[in-house]
Structures are given as structure tokens and as C-alpha cells.
């Protein structure tokens, strides 16, 4: 496959999981009761939306954006350079920065880890000597509601390398490691490209 198809294949993927922090911060603000029309909204959201535009490639990082129902959202991705354990069989795994400047959060960070985790778990994030505890749900991990994703960007601008740890259903501790070499030229691209 070459670089071109797996960029494609790539845009494809993250804009089929894209909206799933949306539907996330619509589950904080909602009864849950009314989760069911959250998600229902969100269905619909995806459909009124453009294909993503590439912004660049920076080093390990690439760059993105699309309109979301209008607004324009851009956000930045990386693989993992190294996974453990090499035997188990997961799903696309990517770190990502969404950066929403009409949103009250503006800025997200999520991990997708190819694999459900451990129900009500946790995953540690490493930069440097900096520890970060993440939320979960489904695949996904993200700052918990109440803290701030800027502390975590603020590392990840400083850092050369950042450490995921996570659990999945089935009891595995995974790690995954990712370069931050091109970190802040990217997350600088989507918050110009975005304002």
C-alpha cells in the first residue's frame, strides 16, 4: 500500500470515528435519558459533513481539517511507533488532538487503541516525568471532564516521547509508544488553520 493509501485509508477512519468525543461531551451534558437524541443528533451531524482537507505532514504528526455542521475543526494524529504486546491482534491505533475553537473545550485529547478497554478503567499517558490519567469508553481514552487537556498538550509540546498504557475487556496491559518529534509545528498548523 503506499503512502498515498494509507493517508487515504487514514482520513477515511479517523472521519468515521471523528464524531465519538462529540457524542462523548453530549453523554456529559445529557440526562441519560436524552443520550439516545444526542447520538441520534450526531448521526445526522456526520452526514452534513465535508471530506477532511490534509494541513501537512509534520515529521511523526499529520494535520487536518473539516467542517463539522459549518465550523470549521482541525486536529492532528500520530501513530504509535512501537506497540506491546506484538501478539494481539487490535484495530487502528492513533493519537489525536481535536481542536474546536467554537466548543467551550476547544482542545481534546484522545487516544483509540484498536481494542475495547477494561470497563471503568483507566490509561496512564507518560511524557517525560509527567504522569496523566485518561478516561475510557469503547476504544477510546480522553482527559476526564473537570481537567484540562492543556496541561497534557503543554507536556506533549515539551516532550520527545509519550508512553500510553491501557487495559483491555479481556485483562492485556498494552503500551504504546509514539514520537512527539513534530508535535508543536502540527499543533501550531491546526490552531492557525482553525482561528
Not at 1 to 15: G, N
Not at 59 to 70: F, I, M, P, R, S
Not at 109 to 124: A, I, R
Not at 168 to 178: A, H, K, M
Request: net charge positive.
Amino acid at each position: 500500500m503506499s503512502i498515498q493509501d494509507k493517508s487515504t485509508s487514514l482520513e477515511k477512519t479517523i472521519r468515521g470515528r471523528y464524531s465519538f468525543p462529540m457524542i462523548i461531551s453530549l453523554k456529559r451534558i445529557l440526562a441519560t435519558g436524552a443520550a439516545i437524541a444526542g447520538l441520534f443528533l450526531s448521526t445526522q451531524a456526520i452526514a452534513a459533513n465535508s471530506d477532511p482537507r490534509a494541513l501537512g505532514t509534520f515529521k511523526d504528526w499529520q494535520a487536518y481539517t473539516w467542517l463539522e455542521n459549518g465550523s470549521k475543526v482541525c486536529y492532528m494524529l500520530s501513530r504509535p511507533n512501537k506497540s506491546l504486546p506484538q501478539n494481539v491482534k487490535r484495530g487502528d491505533i492513533y493519537l489525536m488532538v481535536t481542536y474546536r475553537p467554537k466548543s467551550r473545550s476547544k482542545e481534546e485529547v484522545s487516544h483509540v487503541t484498536g481494542y475495547t478497554y477494561k470497563n471503568k478503567s483507566t490509561v496512564d499517558i507518560v511524557v517525560g516525568k509527567r504522569k496523566f490519567k485518561l478516561a475510557t469508553d469503547g476504544d477510546v481514552a480522553w482527559i476526564p471532564e473537570g481537567e484540562s487537556d492543556a496541561k497534557l498538550i503543554s507536556a506533549m509540546r515539551r516532550g520527545s516521547k509519550l508512553i500510553v498504557k491501557g487495559r483491555s475487556s479481556r485483562g492485556t496491559l498494552t503500551t504504546d509508544s509514539y514520537s512527539l518529534q513534530g508535535f508543536t509545528a502540527a499543533h501550531k498548523q491546526i490552531r492557525k488553520s482553525c482561528s
